[in-house]
């Protein structure tokens, strides 16, 4: 029998966990549709754009279609995002890992709820590099940072959700096998 204390910081973690994985889901499709007609594939492909010809390239379509005011905008709404995708998966970490009852899981969910704010840190730098390209200072500094940058956050962000999958798997897999939860 587990100590009520564990008991309760578990039940706190999960509240916290689903309150603010629901708050991120719905956000992300409450910034879809105000961003419209700009998408979110178009975002991440001036994220990653590598060159100031294909930055400039991009930020030339979104003035010609008229979406370069949301891609503007999605630079603001991208610090709130970061709040919430932070605090979700570092959440999720600690408590997918702790439903798996393993020491080694728990462990590793500490170390990834850790390790997202790393992804945090450099979506704050590639955000305020793409907020200077959009502001007309396209440098190859500036998009080297932002793609750079991305592909670490989104590096991490993978590595993390996939440690989750992990061990939803291994408890999905010790509930089969009859193991009970203590």
């Not at 932070?86 to 990834?112: D, H, P, Q, W, Y």
């Not at 590096?155 to 989750?164: D, P």
Request: aromatic letters at 14%; one cysteine or more; charged letters at 20%.
């Amino acid at each position: 029998m587990e100590p009520a204390s564990w008991l309760a910081r578990f039940s706190r973690l999960r509240q916290l966990f689903w309150l603010f994985f629901l708050l991120t889901i719905a956000y992300m499709i409450w910034v879809r549709n105000f961003l419209a007609p700009l998408t979110s594939g178009e975002i991440v492909q001036f994220e990653i754009a590598k060159t100031t010809e294909k930055a400039r390239i991009i930020m030339d379509h979104w003035k010609d279609s008229g979406k370069y005011e949301q891609g503007i905008r999605t630079t603001y709404f991208a610090y709130v995002f970061m709040f919430l995708y932070t605090v979700a998966i570092a959440l999720g970490c600690r408590f997918v890992s702790l439903c798996t009852r393993n020491e080694i899981m728990i462990k590793g969910g500490k170390g990834f709820a850790w390790l997202i704010l790393l992804a945090t840190a450099c979506d704050a730098v590639e955000n305020t590099a793409l907020s200077r390209i959009l502001q007309g200072h396209i440098s190859q500094l500036n998009v080297t940072i932002a793609y750079n940058l991305a592909r670490v956050k989104f590096s991490i962000v993978i590595v993390c959700i996939l440690f989750m999958i992990a061990c939803f798997i291994y408890w999905g897999i010790d509930r089969l096998a009859g193991e009970k939860v203590k």
